[in-house]
């Protein structure tokens, strides 16, 4: 089950030490280049239109009203950044995130015949935007706490294999049965 653990950690590191490249790469396109990704399902399926945003530092996500007589497509749009909007009603902010909330309307054609005319249908917004430094420290942890781990558990078995103390590295060989150094007793194999 250990071991599982271990693999199931360095897993995880590898993939967040992507993540963190990926976001290093879209922090410094963020200054030179503003870049949207949106997904718009068609309207009879979901009443959201989907958002992937990178812009002057900051990566956003969110989830806004769909367009309404939209087909289902996935675009791109990318121009020269603007600058920093200023926040808008319903906008929140706390250590540099920002949290959008609300509600639109989408216009939507009736699916059943005995309505005739477009609908309005109350939609709720979300949408989070972080720093693209707070992006790139959050997914350096796991890589960083991976290195850690992997340094002390190289020094433990260099110390095992010298016959030093594990914890404070003194030489055991006149002592073997505790560390004289810091009062620890070897594990024994």
């Known amino acids: 089950m250990r071991r599982f653990a271990r693999h199931l950690f360095t897993l995880c590191s590898a993939a967040s030490a992507l993540l963190l490249v990926v976001v290093l790469a879209v922090w410094v396109r963020s200054v030179f280049r503003s870049d949207r990704f949106y997904y718009q399902p068609s309207v009879d399926r979901s009443l959201h ?8 530092g900051r990566l956003g996500v969110g989830m806004f009203a769909a367009e309404s007589l939209a087909v289902s497509r996935l675009f791109w749009q990318s121009d020269a950044p603007r600058w920093a909007a200023v926040p808008g009603p319903g906008e929140r902010g706390f250590l540099g995130v920002r949290f959008l ?3 639109d309307s989408v216009w939507r054609q009736p699916t059943t015949p005995v309505v ?15 720093p693209c ?21 190289k020094t433990a078995r260099l110390r095992s294999d ?8 003194y030489d055991l060989r006149a002592s073997p049965t ?5 009062g620890t007793a070897p594990i024994m194999a």
Do not use: I, K
Request: hydrophobic share 40%.
């Open 178 to 182: 505790r560390c004289p150094e810091c």
């Open 101 to 103: 909330s609300g509600t």
């Open 162 to 169: 010298r016959g030093q103390c594990l914890r404070c590295g």
């Open 116 to 130: 005739t005319g477009p609908q309005s249908t109350q939609v709720r917004e979300l949408a989070v935007s972080l």
């Open 133 to 153: 430094w707070q992006a790139a420290a959050l997914s350096a942890c796991l890589p960083a706490a991976w290195v850690v781990r992997s340094r002390r558990r």
């Open 49 to 56: 239109l989907y958002l992937v945003a990178w812009e002057r």
